[in-house]
């Protein structure tokens, strides 16, 4: 053979190859790119924050800024390593998340037709949890109980990096104090002054978020980030009896009382007791992020029955019709707790 041949020979063998790689990975990109037929919908969860960087909200004029500074922070603990970053990620997109429910709560209620007020809980739903960075590059938890307060960890982290330092002075110590307290297991209903709104608004825009991040977690089929979910025991068929007498004494359930992951859907129906504003109990019910949760607690029916009743009942009749629904004893949901 000829050399002109065998280079022609061992170019369109090449050119083959590079065409096979070339088909491969478009199929691949179509397959399971942005899209893709077989796309993972949390890949596309977890880059979330960058949609938003991109698509803002409106609504929010002269807030950029301060936006972008959240983002500029958040950034700073990212590493690269998409494992890592993962819990970072979600913390960051559920800030913005918040601040959307917070957004809708406002639109909603009177307590926030002045604009300051409704300026207040935008700025404290976005830095709520601006201490959560911290607090996972030092201890690697988001579990305050085996940490530190997070919350008060931001309130010094915002006053440190002076993120609140353009904003008038009522704004700024409101947004403190929201963000101070917002971990709070109980606020009394009575607080005073212009906080207790705020304080309020967020507390309830961040559960509504919480409770959807927990349905994309804990939804049948699903399996539950370990760190979103505390670190706590994977096993279906157990709850403490704890919880689940706080959810039918009408208190909310307590973090610390959880050790099984069915704990998180008792506490998270638990927080019905604990919304204030008639706007939050309206998304609770459009959004059927507590029946997700709900669903996915299948190896206990009977526990899982008196929740979708208790749930059902709260959000159409409100507290006092729910008191009487819950039928589970606690002998049936104590299984070795
Ligand atoms: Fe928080």
Not at 88 to 117: C, N, P, T
Not at 229 to 235: A, G, I, S
């Amino acid at each position: 053979m000829m050399l002109w041949e065998i280079l022609l020979v061992k170019g369109a063998g090449a050119l083959a190859v590079l065409i096979a790689f070339a088909g491969t990975a478009f199929l691949l990109r179509f397959l399971y790119g942005p899209k893709g037929k077989f796309r993972e919908a949390a890949w596309d969860e977890v880059s979330g924050v960058d949609r938003l960087r991109v698509a803002p909200h409106s609504g929010f004029e002269g807030e950029e800024a301060l936006r972008a500074a959240f983002l500029e922070y958040a950034g700073t603990f990212f590493s690269g390593e998409s494992r890592d970053d993962a819990p970072l990620r979600l913390k960051a997109d559920h800030s913005f998340r918040v601040l959307r429910y917070a957004e809708e709560i406002a639109g909603q209620e009177d307590a926030f037709a002045d604009a300051g007020m409704a300026r207040a809980l935008r700025l404290a739903a976005l830095f709520h949890d601006v201490g959560r960075f911290e607090q996972f590059r030092r201890f690697r938890t988001f579990a305050d109980e085996f940490s530190c307060n997070h919350a008060l960890l931001g309130a010094g982290i915002l006053r440190e990096r002076k993120f609140l330092a353009d904003e008038a002075r009522k704004t700024r110590g409101l947004v403190l104090a929201a963000v101070a307290a917002h971990n709070r297991f109980s606020v009394p209903k009575n607080l005073s002054g212009s906080v207790g709104p705020v304080l309020f608004g967020l507390r309830d825009a961040d559960k509504l978020d919480i409770m959807r991040i927990m349905a994309d977690n804990l939804a049948p089929g699903e399996r539950g980030d370990g760190t979103v979910l505390l670190h706590l025991r994977d096993e279906p068929e157990r709850c403490s009896p704890l919880v689940f007498r706080a959810l039918r004494e009408g208190r909310t359930a307590l973090y610390r009382d959880m050790r099984y992951v069915n704990d998180f859907r008792i506490l998270l129906c638990s927080w019905l007791y604990d919304l204030h504003f008639p706007a939050a109990y309206r998304i609770v019910r459009r959004e059927g992020h507590l029946h997700s949760v709900i669903d996915g607690c299948d190896a206990l029916p009977e526990l899982q029955n008196d929740l979708r009743v208790f749930v059902d009942a709260f959000l159409s009749k409100g507290r006092a019709g729910s008191a009487i629904t819950l039928n589970c004893s606690e002998e049936k949901v104590d299984v070795q707790a």
